[in-house]
């Protein structure tokens, strides 16, 4: 809707300042010449609206010009108050700071804008962590996150799962992610990852960084999440196994499907493996919804845990 864009227009400028007309078209995914006309409506509203020509030049509004406008559509502020961070914000710190917030927000909405948030709240709840998680204290989540805001240099003692396990690290820490009720700091050199429960101890030094201008956080993430799960599964298994099955238990994991179900209903698939021992024991759940074809190590150890039990059980 032209409204919509009108407004959409006025407020990129008045966060971000000047913006070309090819900037504002492609952030609106409409055509230059739109954006020639949404401008003219612009000027003849009344805002304070003004364009340079020339290499550096673009569209501004006035010094000093302000709107109240939020533009915030009944989506927008459905999805506002979906927000499930207030346990993350309170973990931070900033739980009064959230609720301040999303109470002055909600005072501001029209009626049938704050009728929309209001039933959003209190029908919907996201609750990010597992069932079987426990909860990990973190102690020095606060200064984490406050040496993340001022780009200050940490001095930490750190537990990590093999030996030496206790060691000292000079991290320059760029941004924090919360995975699955778990809080992880991604710092530099390097980039790497640490677990934030994981820190023994922590000196915020006066020591300042500068975090890298290319650094993209979530980029950071999703990169380091496949290259873990490659990581995590070097080796691989072929089996026979049930569709439903093979979709609900290994979920995740770049499992290749070779033909449709047979006979039985199994259909034969690869799937990545941890390790001989792990893919032992993570099989053996499976029960009689799979069988190991391939590698036939793994295939031997599980048919003498099959014979042992079946002596047992005899």
Do not use: C
């Amino acid at each position: 809707m032209k409204s919509s864009r009108l407004v959409s227009i006025l407020l990129l400028l008045q966060t971000r300042g000047r913006l070309t007309a090819a900037q504002l078209a492609e952030e609106l995914e409409v055509s230059v010449r739109t954006v020639y006309r949404d401008v003219e409506a612009l000027g003849a509203a009344g805002v304070p609206l003004y364009g340079d020509a020339g290499h550096a030049g673009g569209y501004r509004l006035l010094d000093g010009y302000r709107t109240r406008l939020t533009g915030l559509t009944a989506g927008e502020a459905e999805a506002l108050f979906l927000a499930g961070v207030p346990g993350p914000a309170a973990e931070l710190g900033l739980g009064s700071v959230l609720a301040a917030a999303q109470l002055k927000v909600r005072a501001a909405l029209p009626g049938e804008l704050r009728e929309h948030a209001d039933r959003v709240s209190g029908r919907f709840h996201l609750d990010a962590p597992g069932w079987y998680a426990r909860a990990e204290e973190t102690p020095y989540l606060t200064a984490v996150a406050d040496a993340v805001w001022n780009g200050r240099v940490l001095d930490v003692r750190y537990r990590r799962w093999r030996e030496p396990t206790d060691v000292e690290r000079r991290l320059e820490p760029y941004g924090l992610v919360l995975k699955a009720g778990r809080w992880y700091v991604v710092a530099g050199p390097g980039p790497r990852t640490f677990r934030v429960d994981q820190i023994l101890g922590l000196t915020v030094s006066d020591e300042e960084f500068i975090r890298p201008g290319d650094f993209d956080l979530a980029a950071y993430w999703t990169a380091y999440q496949r290259d873990f799960h490659e990581r995590l599964h070097p080796g691989e298994a072929v089996v026979r196994i049930t569709p439903t099955t093979l979709a609900n238990a290994f979920e995740g994991r770049a499992v290749t499907v070779d033909g449709a179900p047979d006979g039985d209903g199994l259909v034969r698939a690869t799937v990545p493996v941890e390790s001989p021992a792990h893919a032992h024991d993570e099989f053996l759940r499976l029960g009689t919804a799979v069988e190991v074809l391939e590698p036939p190590e793994l295939r031997a150890r599980i048919a003498g845990t099959v014979a042992e039990l079946a002596r047992r059980y005899a």
